[in-house]
């Protein structure tokens, strides 16, 4: 009796450990390794991201019969069908292949315009402001319109973060990373990157307003305006134990008369957030919508 269960105990780890894989994302020209990117499931919220010397670990219990889906800013997306890794013995090295970006034409003409004066744009604080937890590999987006119409550039972004009390969840300090995207008018998401600046904010447990300052970076302000986007990054090479977790310091967020705010994990389709409150003031009931409160310096074309 003792030797089945000793038998049956062998194959469990060995099956187990079959499902798990690890290796290295690299940039496909220039072989350099690629830290925090996004490795997820394609049609699960379950994924990983390499840690700072771009290596990872990959669990493919129950996914076997899905796709890994690898994204970076900056790069084109790959996929893997998951099920021709699940023998792989020896360390993955996948390699991705750089995006083309088509921005020197238009540095080459920004350097030659005049801009305005800055200008402040985005969310500002309405009725309420609270905060919210941002799961790792998650993104908050949020689009600021151009009412003006007019092209310019962005001088800086800014967005609040304020630190979270130990609770009954686990808490883990997180990461994060700022991206700019197009605004797809037709569809109503965000669109392609618009830029390859990509930048690590580490901040502390505290309350905070995070100010990145763009000069020798060339971010465009399109016609129709521009999408921000926030995302967490596990700093840590070790996951979450449990699915409920928080991540610290908090994301400030607030309610808005629109609602202007997707939400992506790991680089998957955008998912429109609208969450809202109900407010009642003199008989009169209105609705206001969750918004993070991010900021622009925008200077515009003369």
């Not at 800014?158 to 130990?166: D, G, N, P, Q």
């Not at 930048?199 to 763009?214: A, F």
Request: proline share 5%.
């Amino acid at each position: 009796m003792r030797l089945l269960f000793c038998i049956i105990c062998f194959f469990i780890i060995t099956y187990s450990q079959s499902q798990n894989i690890s290796g290295t994302i690299r940039d496909s020209l220039s072989n350099i390794l690629l830290p925090y990117t996004n490795l997820s499931v394609l049609n699960s919220n379950y994924g990983t991201a390499t840690d700072s010397l771009g290596k990872f670990t990959f669990n493919l219990d129950k996914h076997t019969n899905d796709t890994l889906f690898v994204s970076a800013l900056g790069y084109k997306n790959k996929q893997i069908p998951l099920i021709t890794l699940v023998h792989k013995k020896q360390p993955l090295i996948i390699k991705l292949l750089p995006q083309e970006i088509t921005l020197n034409e238009v540095l080459v003409n920004a350097k030659r315009k005049k801009y305005t004066a800055i200008k402040t744009l985005g969310v500002k604080r309405k009725k309420v402001k609270f905060k919210s937890s941002v799961p790792f590999g998650y993104e908050r987006c949020l689009y600021i319109k151009n009412e003006s119409l007019v092209s310019g550039k962005v001088a800086w972004v800014a967005f609040k973060l304020k630190k979270k009390k130990i609770e009954d969840y686990d808490m883990y300090p997180t990461f994060f990373r700022v991206k700019f995207y197009e605004f797809d008018t037709i569809r109503k998401r965000p669109a392609k990157p618009i830029s390859s600046f990509d930048t690590i904010i580490k901040p502390k447990n505290k309350n905070q307003r995070i100010k990145i300052l763009l000069k020798d970076e060339f971010v465009p302000f399109l016609k129709y305006g521009v999408c921000v986007s926030i995302e967490a990054i596990n700093p840590q090479p070790n996951h979450p134990k449990k699915s409920m977790y928080v991540t610290t310091p908090n994301l400030v967020m607030t309610y808005d008369d629109e609602s202007l705010t997707w939400s992506s994990y790991r680089g998957q389709p955008w998912t429109h957030m609208t969450r809202k409150m109900r407010w009642k003031s003199f008989g009169k009931v209105k609705y206001y919508y969750m918004n993070p409160l991010v900021e622009l310096g925008i200077q515009y074309e003369k």
